[in-house]
């Protein structure tokens, strides 16, 4: 399944000129890194990936629309998927988009 480009673009919007973001192809799907570090992405298997840490795991999984990321059979901690459905509204997209870009700016870069 091809990852969904307008959802891309949406986040090109949202993310605007920020020389430390670079776009890499990854999970089946597109990724956004700040300072080489994944901050989001846009699922091969649709939606949004974000990063969130082992510690804002719990309070993503209980936001709408919100999943654990799971590729091979185990989910990895530190990693939500969110629905396209939730995902309708900018604003709700925004605060996902934010949310793993702070959680990338925390990490050394590399």
């Not at 986040?11 to 956004?32: N, Q, T, W």
């Not at 649709?46 to 309070?59: C, S, Y």
């Not at 654990?68 to 996902?96: C, H, Q």
Request: charged fraction near 25%; glycine fraction near 16%.
């Amino acid at each position: 399944m091809a990852y969904d480009e307008e959802l891309a673009e949406r986040i090109r919007r949202h993310l605007g000129a920020d020389p430390g973001i670079s776009e890499k192809r990854m999970f089946g799907g597109l990724a956004f890194l700040l300072h080489g570090n994944m901050a989001v992405g846009v699922s091969g298997g649709g939606g949004l990936l974000v990063r969130v840490g082992p510690e804002g795991t719990d309070a993503a999984l209980a936001r709408p629309g919100a999943r654990p990321f799971d590729m091979t059979g185990r989910p990895m901690r530190g990693w939500i998927v969110v629905d396209p459905s939730a995902l309708t509204d900018d604003r709700d997209l925004d605060e996902w988009i934010d949310e793993g870009y702070g959680f990338a700016a925390e990490l050394p870069p590399k």
